[in-house]
């Protein structure tokens, strides 16, 4: 059986409080055997640590994300701080820039994200990113605040941003996206990413794939997005399962 990992899922989500117990057990038998899970906000945390303690496939990880910015207060990266030092997270995320939001705070979302990209310096951990419409101004302040690598959750730049993230020790999620047949320029920017630099995510219950629109995404579909992005690189399934298994342990130093 091939070994899976979803380095993006928000099984803590209530939409999955039905059903999550179900999900686990089809995705185990289709050897999904690990699945990392974003925090997005503090008022979830309590939630989603809980969640992660309770079922051994899950891993934590703990961020403040940048499109719910307002719910942060700034006493938030103390309890960051506190909650990392209190758990057992192997990264810190979701965090990052999202300036294709209307009226984005741009100043205020890059506040937020300097602190915790010092929060993850500071305990040696990867860092879990969510950027739109501003990769440059991301790269700016990796190359300040230097990190331990990490991955561009749902990453959709140029070929050339790619370049510089893999300089600093960044994969790519590649996700439902990639399942769309007008998503032409993604599809080709995954077939020149190194092999090494891909990561495979579902981001559920978000980014539903091709012919599942306007449903609820389900961890369970990805080996959906695995067989995609074999067939664009034309490469094997099980070569890429173990290669995009490997390379989520590399990041996330994951047995």
Not at 56 to 76: I, Q, S, V, Y
Not at 109 to 124: G, I, P, R
Not at 176 to 197: C, V
Request: charged share 20%.
């Amino acid at each position: 059986m091939m070994h899976l990992i979803d380095s993006h899922c928000h099984l803590d989500f209530d939409a999955f409080d039905e059903d999550r117990e179900k999900i686990l057990s089809e995705c185990a038998s289709s050897g999904i055997q690990q699945i990392i899970v974003p925090g997005v906000t503090v008022s979830q945390w309590p939630k989603l640590i809980k969640t992660c303690a309770q079922y051994p496939a899950l891993r934590l990880a703990l961020g403040l994300h940048p499109m719910f910015m307002a719910e942060h207060k700034p006493d938030h990266i103390d309890q960051l701080r506190t909650a990392l030092t209190q758990n057992k997270a192997i990264a810190v995320g979701e965090i990052g820039l999202d300036f294709f939001i209307a009226d984005a705070d741009k100043e205020a979302q890059t506040e937020l994200f300097k602190a915790q990209l010092k929060l993850a310096a500071e305990f040696n951990l990867p860092v879990i990113l969510h950027v739109r419409k501003a990769h440059d101004e991301v790269l700016k302040l990796l190359r300040e605040i230097k990190v331990s690598g990490g991955i561009v959750h749902a990453f959709n730049g140029s070929l050339q941003q790619a370049e510089h993230y893999q300089k600093l020790g960044f994969l790519f999620g590649a996700g439902g996206a990639i399942t769309y047949p007008r998503a032409n320029k993604l599809k080709t920017l995954f077939t020149q990413l190194p092999e090494k630099h891909i990561v495979l995510e579902t981001d559920a219950p978000d980014m539903p794939l091709a012919g599942y629109q306007g449903q609820r995404n389900t961890p369970e579909r990805l080996p959906m997005i695995l067989s995609m992005l074999a067939e664009l690189r034309q490469v094997s399934e099980h070569s890429l399962a173990a290669a995009t298994t490997a390379n989520c342990q590399r990041v996330f130093h994951l047995s």
